[in-house]
């Protein structure tokens, strides 16, 4: 079973900065990429970013292209959200998740595990 730890969220100012990170264990190999999604209070889920596991290829969202980097350490089993800065708008629960085989970024259901989530609230 494969299981994502978020952290890194917090409370921040207009402007600001935060990295978020997300710990996956489980085999690896496999996957075929990990995705950032998040969800404001009474909205959907949103996209924001996603890599491909093996390769390194990497979308964003046009929300937040420009101001966050996704990254990846694969010795670690580790993916990071570089999120600069930050507006009010991208107040939400931010989750990870991983998709075991090619999926389209932005489509959330397609994804195979999630995180619990950790809260980012920007403040202006």
């Known amino acids: 079973q494969v299981q994502l730890v978020e952290s890194g969220g917090g409370l921040v100012q207009a402007g600001g900065s935060l990295r978020l990170s997300c710990a996956a264990s489980?085999?690896?190999?496999?996957?075929?990429?990990m995705g950032w999604f998040r969800q404001a209070p009474g909205k959907e889920r949103e996209w924001v970013a996603a890599?491909?596991?093996?390769?390194?290829?990497?979308y964003y969202a046009d929300s937040v292209k420009g101001r966050f980097t996704i990254s990846r350490d694969n010795a670690k089993n580790t993916v990071y959200l570089q999120m600069n800065s930050l507006k009010p708008e991208d107040t939400g629960v931010y989750y990870c998740?991983?998709?075991?085989?090619?999926?389209?970024?932005?489509?959330?259901?397609?994804?195979?595990?999630w995180g619990q989530g950790t809260q980012v609230t920007v403040s202006s």
């Open positions: 998740a991983v998709a075991r085989t090619r999926v389209a970024a932005p489509r959330a259901h397609e994804y195979d595990y």
């Open positions: 890599i491909t596991w093996a390769s390194g290829i990497i």
């Open positions: 489980g085999r690896t190999f496999s996957w075929y990429s």
